[in-house]
């Protein structure tokens, strides 16, 4: 998508190891699920957050299900009998008074399990099979306690259902609003099963620190499944959420230390109305399974004012406040050091309002909007990301791809560097950016390998590119009105690899200050998808052999196989017994199809085939090179 903006940078000049064969690099992953403390340390693109640490005690650990002075609470249908001390019973309801392990069984028709403690120590509540069910309110219900625990026995299956409608003592607060709602911190650990379902709001729901490191747990809640108002953190287990809110939260928006979401493993699937995983300041994911499917998926994206099966409208002003229906959705920042995340998500996939980084694991995502969107920095350091389906692959005002293995589809832009909060999402209908049209946005490529199948521009960037080293394969746009490379300031390239191939009315090619030759072949007509493209020097040795996977026009290559003075032939068609990667062979023995032109390196930038001039066919900008980014205009 073209911006109007024309953005003078200085150029980073660095002498890398340059990758001149495709391949696939090696990933900078973190081995540990051990996560560190959020800090702000300066780097290239901004603030830097580090994964969260969380800190887990005995009590939290601790899964046994026996121990002296333990108290037993039976559940009779209509009635409750108990035996031991520290607790009171009245009629269908206990309440619990004293620290200690209280062993719960059997089933209660309609009444309700309270905690209610000034003790210092831990409640420990043992369901040994279970099944607790109250149509007026909570059915579990901690007003107050240092911390409770709730262990699942090994092997018993227990379950906790609410009413539609709660009568509340104190309406203005509307608490409790959870099947299991605790007014203080709640821990759920053991090797049970508990089935939670939460017909009047959310299923359950900590106001202090929210943490399972353990169980078998499912919960089927009207609005959001697991929530934590200071912090939810996963340690292990098996989480099933269906939520017609968000699928986990966590809300305090009052302390930076708080309001975040840690997962460092388990095995997550969650199928939600709104966000998948929504967290006021950060989330960290350092390891477990975790799928999510948001909004109805990304197949109910809309391209009319109606989002999906909720009818969800936004506009500019007020997208911040609306509901969305993203995958992944921090405020301040996404964390990405391990884990397999799979996302369908009918918005983003993942969001951050500030800062996205991906370290490490695998990310595989299907959005009806963007792939990833951060506010200020993307940064991509490592880790396997898959993009299957977008509106715009990856998009932040300032990109840093490090290390990594990264493949894009995108029905526009695959990457995007432009500035301003997301406005993806106007009227319901993705693709709709409200961006600002100054500031320093800037992509970085420092390594990694990048494939990219775009609709609309494959890189774009409303400010400038620099290219150090790495791999970046792009399949770009069909449309004379986008461009494999659309670069509004400098596109400096010193070191890597770069295929882009695409339509001819706006392909640009990198700044003629770059360190690393390229050369942009333009054709007399379109080539049809899947027409072998071949570059060799005039004395037969391969250069480029590479199969477009969507009509062309013209190819943009930048390697430091391309060398001043040597003259280079251009083959179309052919064969080769190389092998092929993403499109890209190495290795083998071409024969060859038809040869098209040849040309003679001279200079950073070199142009051969139907036009040797910077601007290609009609409408064609080479930025550095007699174009004017200001002239072009946004589509």
Known sequence: M?????????LMVAIALIVAVPAIFGNTNSDSVTTGVISD??????????PISVEYDADDLNAGTTGTGMSSI????????????????????????SAGMYNIYGSLNNGQIIVDTDDKETVRIVLNGAD?????SAPIYVLNAEKTVITLADGTKNSVTDGSSYILEDAESDEPNAAIF??????????????????YNNGIQSKDDLKITSGIITVTAVNDGIKGKDSVAIRDGT??????????????DSDPEKGYIAIEGGTIDIVSGTDGIQAETSISISGGDITIASGGGSGTSSTSDAWGRWDMQTTAADSDTQDSAKGIKAGVAVIVTGGAITLDSSDDAIHSGDSITITGGTIEAASGDDGMH???????NGGEITITKSYEGLESATITINDGTIHIVASDDGINVAGGNDGSSVNGRPGQNAFDTVGNYFLYINGGYTVINSGGDGLDSNGSIEMTRGVVIVNGPTNNGNGALDCNGAFAITGGYLVAVGSSGMAETPDTSSTLNSVKVTYASTQTAGTMVHIETEDGEDVLTVVP????????????????GVTYVVYSGGSSTGTAADGLYSGGTYTPGTEITTFTVSGSVTYAGSSTTAGGAPGGVAPGDGGFPGDRQPR
């Open 74 to 97: 039976i559940l009779e249908g209509n009635s409750i009998t108990f035996d031991g001390s520290g607790a009171t019973v009245d009629g269908t309801t206990v309440t619990i008074t």
């Open 374 to 380: 951060a506010d200020s920095s993307l940064t991509i």
């Open 2 to 10: 073209k911006k109007i903006i024309a953005i003078l940078a200085g």
């Open 132 to 136: 607790i069910s109250c149509s007026t």
């Open 549 to 564: 996977t969507k009509a062309y026009q013209s190819v943009v290559f930048c390697s430091a196989e391309l060398q001043d």
């Open 41 to 50: 340390t300066a780097s290239q693109s901004g603030v830097a957050y580090t």
């Open 182 to 199: 605790s007014k203080d911190d709640l821990t759920i650990n053991g090797g049970g099963t508990l089935t939670v379902t939460a017909n």
């Open 239 to 252: 989480i099933t959420i269906e939520a017609g809110g968000d699928g986990m939260q966590s809300t305090n």
